[in-house]
């Protein structure tokens, strides 16, 4: 009966510590969300958040998804190149950031689409996403909604 509780005792222990190393772990996150910006979109159609993620620490992360509200859905996703020469764009699945590094979504490369926007996304507006990464947990971004680059080179 005695070892029983002791037991009892010691995995209670040994439970609190593991979540308090988890605690510690999300607070100062080491990563960074920079150059936030999204493109135009009406209403249904799409858009895209783009970004420059800076890992400060001396470990990996890894970005496992991303949540938005003012999208039908939300994805993370790689731009490629098709057989026929054409882009393409299909779900990046999980992207490495690795220490004392920054990576970058832009146009034509990696990208967080959001598919089916519920407003008409105006320059000048502002929007509000969720990137969800392995050890920095969730991180709120919010983003200016700004002109294409290769559009302004076209005015
Ligand atoms: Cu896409």
Redesign the pocket.
């Known amino acids: 009966m005695k070892k029983e509780l002791l037991i009892i005792i010691t995995l209670i222990f040994t439970f609190n510590l593991i979540t308090l190393a988890q605690q510690s772990k999300s607070r100062n996150s080491d990563i960074q969300i920079q150059k936030t910006w999204a493109r135009p979109a009406v209403k249904y159609a ?1 858009s ?1 958040l783009y970004f420059v993620i800076e890992n400060r620490g001396g470990k990996i992360d890894t970005l496992i998804g991303a949540q938005s509200n003012i999208a039908e859905e939300t ?1 993370v ?3 490629f190149k098709k057989d026929n020469d054409k882009i393409g ?1 299909r779900p990046a699945g999980r992207i490495a950031i690795k220490p004392k590094s920054e990576f970058e979504f832009k146009p034509g490369g990696f ?1 967080v ?1 959001l ?1 089916g926007v519920l407003k008409d996304l105006k320059i000048g507006d502002k929007i509000e996403a969720v990137l969800l990464l392995k050890y920095a947990g969730k991180i709120k971004v919010k983003a200016e909604v700004r002109d294409m680059p290769m559009t302004k080179e076209m005015k």
């Open positions: 799409n895209a994805e996703h790689e731009s764009m990208h689409m598919l």
